[in-house]
Protein backbone atom coordinates (compact mmCIF):
# COMPACT_ATOMS: atom_id res chain seq x y z
CA UNK A 1 0.00 0.00 0.00
CA UNK A 2 2.81 2.18 0.30
CA UNK A 3 5.22 4.26 -2.26
CA UNK A 4 7.95 2.29 -2.84
CA UNK A 5 10.51 3.98 -0.03
CA UNK A 6 7.30 5.37 2.39
CA UNK A 7 5.90 5.07 5.34
CA UNK A 8 3.67 1.97 5.33
CA UNK A 9 0.00 2.98 7.20
CA UNK A 10 -2.24 0.33 8.25
CA UNK A 11 -6.09 0.47 7.42
CA UNK A 12 -9.17 -0.91 9.57
CA UNK A 13 -11.80 -2.55 8.02
CA UNK A 14 -14.94 -0.68 7.61
CA UNK A 15 -18.77 -2.46 8.50
CA UNK A 16 -19.88 -2.33 5.09
CA UNK A 17 -16.79 -2.97 2.73
CA UNK A 18 -13.35 -2.24 1.91
CA UNK A 19 -11.48 -0.50 4.57
CA UNK A 20 -10.04 3.18 5.38
CA UNK A 21 -6.27 3.84 6.50
CA UNK A 22 -5.68 5.43 10.14
CA UNK A 23 -4.08 8.60 8.83
CA UNK A 24 -5.34 10.82 6.13
CA UNK A 25 -3.83 14.54 5.06
CA UNK A 26 -6.69 17.05 5.12
CA UNK A 27 -6.67 19.19 1.91
CA UNK A 28 -9.22 22.17 2.95
CA UNK A 29 -6.17 24.56 1.56
CA UNK A 30 -4.06 24.72 -1.10
CA UNK A 31 -2.89 21.53 -2.00
CA UNK A 32 -1.21 20.23 -4.81
CA UNK A 33 2.23 20.07 -3.38
CA UNK A 34 1.30 18.71 -0.19
CA UNK A 35 -0.99 15.90 -2.18
CA UNK A 36 2.11 15.25 -3.96
CA UNK A 37 4.91 14.71 -1.55
CA UNK A 38 2.02 13.29 0.89
CA UNK A 39 2.01 10.12 -2.00
CA UNK A 40 5.36 9.85 -2.04
CA UNK A 41 6.30 9.36 1.77
CA UNK A 42 2.83 6.69 1.68
CA UNK A 43 -0.08 8.63 2.58
CA UNK A 44 -3.05 6.95 0.96
CA UNK A 45 -5.90 8.58 2.62
CA UNK A 46 -7.18 12.17 1.32
CA UNK A 47 -10.13 14.23 2.60
CA UNK A 48 -11.45 16.98 0.51
CA UNK A 49 -14.44 18.93 0.03
CA UNK A 50 -16.03 20.57 -2.42
CA UNK A 51 -17.09 23.72 -0.39
CA UNK A 52 -13.00 23.96 0.02
CA UNK A 53 -12.53 24.51 -3.68
CA UNK A 54 -9.34 22.04 -3.76
CA UNK A 55 -11.04 19.33 -5.47
CA UNK A 56 -9.12 19.67 -8.85
CA UNK A 57 -6.09 19.92 -7.08
CA UNK A 58 -5.99 16.68 -4.85
CA UNK A 59 -7.02 15.49 -8.44
CA UNK A 60 -4.36 17.02 -9.96
CA UNK A 61 -1.12 15.35 -7.55
CA UNK A 62 -2.85 12.08 -7.96
CA UNK A 63 -3.23 12.10 -11.09
CA UNK A 64 0.81 12.84 -11.57
CA UNK A 65 1.55 10.35 -8.78
CA UNK A 66 -0.39 7.63 -11.06
CA UNK A 67 1.19 8.79 -14.36
CA UNK A 68 4.45 8.48 -12.28
CA UNK A 69 3.35 4.88 -11.58
CA UNK A 70 3.84 5.89 -7.24
CA UNK A 71 0.36 4.61 -6.73
CA UNK A 72 -3.20 3.20 -8.42
CA UNK A 73 -6.51 4.93 -8.19
CA UNK A 74 -7.25 1.89 -6.02
CA UNK A 75 -4.17 2.04 -3.37
CA UNK A 76 -5.85 5.16 -2.58
CA UNK A 77 -9.11 6.80 0.02
CA UNK A 78 -10.17 9.91 -1.19
CA UNK A 79 -13.29 11.80 0.50
CA UNK A 80 -14.88 14.20 -0.51
CA UNK A 81 -18.49 15.87 1.29
CA UNK A 82 -21.99 17.20 0.60
CA UNK A 83 -22.23 20.68 1.27
CA UNK A 84 -25.37 22.22 3.06
CA UNK A 85 -26.10 24.06 -0.54
CA UNK A 86 -27.05 20.94 -1.84
CA UNK A 87 -29.15 18.66 0.83
CA UNK A 88 -32.61 19.11 -1.29
CA UNK A 89 -32.93 15.58 -2.82
CA UNK A 90 -33.15 16.97 -5.97
CA UNK A 91 -29.58 18.47 -5.97
CA UNK A 92 -27.42 15.49 -4.14
CA UNK A 93 -26.92 13.60 -7.32
CA UNK A 94 -25.61 17.02 -9.45
CA UNK A 95 -23.18 17.76 -6.44
CA UNK A 96 -21.60 14.41 -6.72
CA UNK A 97 -21.68 14.72 -10.28
CA UNK A 98 -19.47 18.08 -9.68
CA UNK A 99 -17.14 16.95 -7.55
CA UNK A 100 -16.29 13.15 -9.20
CA UNK A 101 -15.69 15.65 -12.30
CA UNK A 102 -13.69 17.81 -10.83
CA UNK A 103 -11.72 14.61 -8.25
CA UNK A 104 -11.57 13.12 -11.86
CA UNK A 105 -11.11 9.57 -10.40
CA UNK A 106 -14.16 7.67 -11.35
CA UNK A 107 -15.49 6.91 -7.86
CA UNK A 108 -14.69 8.59 -4.11
CA UNK A 109 -14.71 6.13 -1.35
CA UNK A 110 -16.59 8.08 0.97
CA UNK A 111 -18.85 10.71 0.73
CA UNK A 112 -20.10 12.56 3.43
CA UNK A 113 -22.78 15.69 4.59
CA UNK A 114 -20.09 18.15 5.28
CA UNK A 115 -22.18 20.12 7.92
CA UNK A 116 -25.33 18.82 8.93
CA UNK A 117 -26.65 21.43 10.67
CA UNK A 118 -30.46 21.36 9.37
CA UNK A 119 -30.45 17.40 9.99
CA UNK A 120 -33.60 16.83 12.10
CA UNK A 121 -33.41 14.64 14.67
CA UNK A 122 -36.39 13.03 15.78
CA UNK A 123 -37.88 11.02 18.49
CA UNK A 124 -36.35 7.47 19.04
CA UNK A 125 -34.52 7.41 15.80
CA UNK A 126 -32.98 4.73 16.17
CA UNK A 127 -29.42 5.42 13.79
CA UNK A 128 -28.47 7.94 16.19
CA UNK A 129 -26.41 6.85 18.96
CA UNK A 130 -27.59 7.98 22.81
CA UNK A 131 -25.28 8.69 25.81
CA UNK A 132 -26.21 7.08 29.28
CA UNK A 133 -28.48 9.57 30.08
CA UNK A 134 -30.94 9.50 26.72
CA UNK A 135 -29.15 12.42 25.29
CA UNK A 136 -28.40 12.09 21.39
CA UNK A 137 -24.53 11.59 20.72
CA UNK A 138 -25.12 13.85 17.69
CA UNK A 139 -22.45 15.59 15.74
CA UNK A 140 -21.26 15.72 12.21
CA UNK A 141 -23.82 12.25 11.65
CA UNK A 142 -22.62 10.58 8.20
CA UNK A 143 -22.92 6.77 7.60
CA UNK A 144 -22.56 3.32 10.05
CA UNK A 145 -19.14 3.27 8.65
CA UNK A 146 -17.88 6.34 9.72
CA UNK A 147 -18.42 9.46 11.80
CA UNK A 148 -16.24 12.31 11.18
CA UNK A 149 -16.25 14.63 13.97
CA UNK A 150 -13.78 17.39 15.81
CA UNK A 151 -11.65 15.92 18.66
CA UNK A 152 -8.41 16.02 19.83
CA UNK A 153 -7.26 15.98 23.40
CA UNK A 154 -9.34 19.04 24.42
CA UNK A 155 -12.68 17.32 22.96
CA UNK A 156 -12.46 13.94 23.77
CA UNK A 157 -15.81 12.68 22.86
CA UNK A 158 -15.43 9.68 24.90
CA UNK A 159 -19.63 8.72 24.37
CA UNK A 160 -19.02 9.12 21.29
CA UNK A 161 -16.07 7.26 20.85
CA UNK A 162 -17.71 4.35 22.97
CA UNK A 163 -20.55 3.96 20.90
CA UNK A 164 -18.78 3.86 17.73
CA UNK A 165 -16.55 0.99 19.33
CA UNK A 166 -18.94 -1.05 20.37
CA UNK A 167 -20.70 -0.94 17.14
CA UNK A 168 -17.61 -1.03 14.71
CA UNK A 169 -17.78 2.55 13.32
CA UNK A 170 -14.85 4.34 12.39
CA UNK A 171 -14.40 7.85 14.09
CA UNK A 172 -12.16 10.56 12.04
CA UNK A 173 -11.00 13.19 13.76
CA UNK A 174 -10.79 16.63 12.21
CA UNK A 175 -8.75 19.23 13.38
CA UNK A 176 -6.48 16.69 15.03
CA UNK A 177 -3.87 18.35 15.85
CA UNK A 178 -5.64 21.86 17.37
CA UNK A 179 -6.40 23.82 14.07
CA UNK A 180 -4.02 26.08 14.67
CA UNK A 181 -4.05 27.94 11.72
CA UNK A 182 -7.94 28.22 11.23
CA UNK A 183 -9.09 31.60 10.11
CA UNK A 184 -11.78 32.64 12.89
CA UNK A 185 -8.80 32.04 15.87
CA UNK A 186 -9.28 33.95 18.93
CA UNK A 187 -5.92 35.54 20.56
CA UNK A 188 -6.43 33.81 24.19
CA UNK A 189 -7.60 30.43 23.17
CA UNK A 190 -5.82 27.34 24.54
CA UNK A 191 -2.62 25.73 22.44
CA UNK A 192 -2.93 22.52 21.91
CA UNK A 193 0.48 21.61 20.78
CA UNK A 194 1.65 23.97 23.61
CA UNK A 195 -0.38 22.11 26.32
CA UNK A 196 2.19 20.73 28.77
CA UNK A 197 0.84 17.72 29.41
CA UNK A 198 0.99 17.06 25.42
CA UNK A 199 4.41 18.59 25.47
CA UNK A 200 5.52 16.22 28.68
CA UNK A 201 4.48 13.25 27.40
CA UNK A 202 5.77 14.28 23.11
CA UNK A 203 9.09 14.75 24.88
CA UNK A 204 9.42 11.42 26.99
CA UNK A 205 8.59 9.21 23.61
CA UNK A 206 11.26 11.42 21.39
CA UNK A 207 7.83 12.63 19.19
CA UNK A 208 6.71 16.01 18.70
CA UNK A 209 3.40 17.42 19.97
CA UNK A 210 1.50 17.04 16.95
CA UNK A 211 2.30 13.07 16.83
CA UNK A 212 0.58 12.53 20.37
CA UNK A 213 -2.99 10.77 18.58
CA UNK A 214 -5.29 8.74 20.77
CA UNK A 215 -7.26 5.93 18.58
CA UNK A 216 -9.00 8.06 16.42
CA UNK A 217 -8.39 8.66 12.50
CA UNK A 218 -6.63 11.89 12.30
CA UNK A 219 -6.97 13.56 9.13
CA UNK A 220 -4.24 16.71 10.12
CA UNK A 221 -4.20 19.19 7.25
CA UNK A 222 -0.53 20.68 6.05
CA UNK A 223 1.65 22.06 3.23
CA UNK A 224 4.82 21.96 5.20
CA UNK A 225 6.61 19.28 3.97
CA UNK A 226 8.35 18.40 7.47
CA UNK A 227 4.92 18.58 9.19
CA UNK A 228 3.57 16.36 6.85
CA UNK A 229 6.13 13.79 7.27
CA UNK A 230 5.72 14.31 11.35
CA UNK A 231 2.25 13.82 11.15
CA UNK A 232 2.46 10.28 9.12
CA UNK A 233 5.55 8.95 11.77
CA UNK A 234 2.91 7.79 14.57
CA UNK A 235 2.20 4.43 13.61
CA UNK A 236 6.09 3.42 15.59
CA UNK A 237 5.33 3.79 19.27
CA UNK A 238 2.49 3.07 21.46
CA UNK A 239 0.94 5.34 24.35
CA UNK A 240 0.90 4.16 28.14
CA UNK A 241 -2.40 3.83 29.91
CA UNK A 242 -1.11 6.58 31.73
CA UNK A 243 -0.33 9.01 28.89
CA UNK A 244 -3.76 8.11 27.92
CA UNK A 245 -5.20 9.23 31.64
CA UNK A 246 -3.36 12.32 31.50
CA UNK A 247 -4.45 12.76 28.10
CA UNK A 248 -8.28 12.34 28.89
CA UNK A 249 -7.80 14.75 31.44
CA UNK A 250 -7.34 17.24 29.25
CA UNK A 251 -10.98 17.36 27.90
CA UNK A 252 -12.58 20.58 28.29
CA UNK A 253 -15.26 19.80 25.52
CA UNK A 254 -13.91 22.85 23.40
CA UNK A 255 -14.46 22.91 20.29
CA UNK A 256 -12.63 24.89 17.79
CA UNK A 257 -15.39 24.78 15.12
CA UNK A 258 -18.36 25.53 16.84
CA UNK A 259 -20.56 26.80 14.24
CA UNK A 260 -21.80 29.95 16.46
CA UNK A 261 -22.76 30.73 12.91
CA UNK A 262 -25.69 28.27 13.26
CA UNK A 263 -26.50 29.24 17.13
CA UNK A 264 -30.52 30.57 16.27
CA UNK A 265 -30.69 27.27 14.69
CA UNK A 266 -33.87 25.25 15.70
CA UNK A 267 -31.44 22.16 15.26
CA UNK A 268 -28.17 23.44 16.17
CA UNK A 269 -26.23 20.70 17.26
CA UNK A 270 -24.66 21.93 20.31
CA UNK A 271 -27.04 23.14 22.70
CA UNK A 272 -26.75 20.85 25.12
CA UNK A 273 -23.07 22.27 25.97
CA UNK A 274 -21.57 18.89 24.17
N1 LIG B 1 -16.09 18.11 8.25
C1 LIG B 1 -15.80 19.35 8.62
O1 LIG B 1 -16.66 20.17 8.87
C2 LIG B 1 -14.34 19.73 8.72
C3 LIG B 1 -14.04 20.87 9.43
C4 LIG B 1 -12.71 21.19 9.54
C5 LIG B 1 -11.76 20.41 8.95
N2 LIG B 1 -12.06 19.31 8.24
C6 LIG B 1 -11.03 18.47 7.58
O2 LIG B 1 -10.03 18.18 8.53
C7 LIG B 1 -8.77 18.65 8.05
C8 LIG B 1 -7.94 19.10 9.23
O3 LIG B 1 -8.59 20.11 9.98
P1 LIG B 1 -7.95 21.52 10.27
O4 LIG B 1 -7.11 21.92 9.12
O5 LIG B 1 -8.98 22.45 10.70
O6 LIG B 1 -7.10 21.22 11.60
P2 LIG B 1 -5.67 20.58 11.92
O7 LIG B 1 -5.31 19.53 10.97
O8 LIG B 1 -5.75 20.26 13.36
O9 LIG B 1 -4.70 21.83 11.78
C9 LIG B 1 -4.12 22.24 10.57
C10 LIG B 1 -3.07 23.30 10.92
O10 LIG B 1 -2.07 22.68 11.73
C11 LIG B 1 -0.79 22.93 11.21
N3 LIG B 1 -0.04 21.68 11.38
C12 LIG B 1 -0.32 20.48 10.82
N4 LIG B 1 0.58 19.57 11.21
C13 LIG B 1 1.44 20.21 12.05
C14 LIG B 1 2.59 19.80 12.76
N5 LIG B 1 3.03 18.55 12.68
N6 LIG B 1 3.22 20.73 13.52
C15 LIG B 1 2.78 22.00 13.58
N7 LIG B 1 1.70 22.45 12.92
C16 LIG B 1 1.04 21.56 12.16
C17 LIG B 1 -0.99 23.29 9.75
O11 LIG B 1 -0.02 24.23 9.34
P3 LIG B 1 1.15 23.86 8.28
O12 LIG B 1 0.52 23.81 6.92
O13 LIG B 1 2.12 24.96 8.46
O14 LIG B 1 1.71 22.52 8.70
C18 LIG B 1 -2.37 23.92 9.74
O15 LIG B 1 -2.28 25.30 9.99
C19 LIG B 1 -9.12 19.75 7.05
O16 LIG B 1 -8.09 19.98 6.11
C20 LIG B 1 -10.35 19.15 6.40
O17 LIG B 1 -9.94 18.18 5.43
C21 LIG B 1 -13.36 18.95 8.14
Redesign the pocket.
Known sequence: MSGTDGVRVPSVKLNSSGSIPVLGL????GTREAVEYAIDIGYRHF???YA?RTEAEVEAAIEKKIQEGVVKREDLFVTT?LFNTFHRPELVLRAIQMSLAALKLGYVDLY?M??PIAFKYIDDNPTIPKDANGNYLYN?VDTADTW?V?S?AYLMQPDLFDYCKTNGIVLVA?????????RNKTKDEAVL?EDPIVVKIAKRLGK?P??IERGRIP??????PA??K??IEVCDFDLTPADLAELGSLDRQLR??GMAEHKNSPNFPYNDGK
Open positions: GTSRDSACKLHKDKEHFASVGSPGRSRSQIPRSTNHIENFF
